[in-house]
């Protein structure tokens, strides 16, 4: 699809003329002797015909930055998925983003009109927080424009957790779980306290039943893909899987500190959207239930769990409600 530039967000961090100070002018040369190492002064000198050369330069280093990051494997150290990489996310387009990279630039970046080649201001774009921010806007926005939508009837692969026999645990982290069809559950043996009572709540929980935490090495087939803060596609597993006689419930397990994080955030997106599109199934496609995603703060559990709430109660609070407006739509 065709990107207007004037869509995208412009560079807020710092003002122009704070990036100006920040770079000075020309290039920097620093005279030494070779044989003493003494240094006799710094002086510039400008860029002239140079400047031109630096900027294409940038311009093409940039394009190849947003078409890796993109390209890169999504299921992180994993080496069953491995050949993920060997497919570029872009390979025949690189010349249409590179006008928009310019584009951009030139129109939206610093909200005025800037012109790279006048004054040395290419400079400006080499520094971190300026470079990042192409990155960042160009790895959110392509894989938009890459999306297409499909009439074809869906098709459903019915996995279970039974299909990774058995786990390994070490007993003194881990739990006896009657409910679980893993006769142990493991927990964090550092900072694990709220995986375990967690665990320990379900299992004496009679509106629970059952459950399992989800195992990353083992539990491929439960991974969730979303598109992490800096553009890079990225891909998490949640940590709990819970069934009521209401519902099944992902539930996500974070410090309370966490639950603010830009990339935390994006994972309830892409999960809410997951669980929206399996609700629509037929109730026989999808075990008779509503499936909702649940992201569950360390303070909430607590507070919840030592005033005598069921965990149906607590994972129907910390439930993640959709709202459909705009492209990822709104949570309460």
Known sequence: MELDV????????????????????????RSEDVQEKTQFGDYRVDGGIMTATGYNDFLARMVRRISDSLSAPVTGSSKVFANISKFPFLQVNLPQLSAWVDEFIRRKLFARQFEPLADENWRLLCLDAVANHIIQT?????????????????????????EVPKINVRESSSIVTPKCIYERLPYPARNGGFEEAFIGKANADSTVEAFCKVNQDRHLFMRLRYQKESGVPGIYWPDFLVRTAKGIWLTETKAQDMLIQADVIRKKIAAVAWCERVNE????????????????????????????????????????????VGKEGLFE
């Open 138 to 162: 160009f790895g959110r926005k392509l894989p938009e424009l890459a999306e297409t939508e499909t009439t074809a009837p869906p098709e459903i692969v019915q996995r279970r957790l039974s």
């Open 281 to 324: 199934l037929p109730p026989e496609q999808r075990s008779g239930r509503t499936w909702n995603y649940c992201l569950l703060g360390e303070n909430l559990f607590y507070e919840f769990r030592d005033k005598g709430a069921s965990m149906e109660e607590i994972l129907q609070f910390a439930r993640v409600r959709a709202r459909a």
């Open 6 to 29: 004037t869509t995208l967000p412009e560079f807020k961090a710092f003002t122009f003329e704070q990036l100006k100070m920040m770079i000075g002018k020309g290039d920097v040369f």
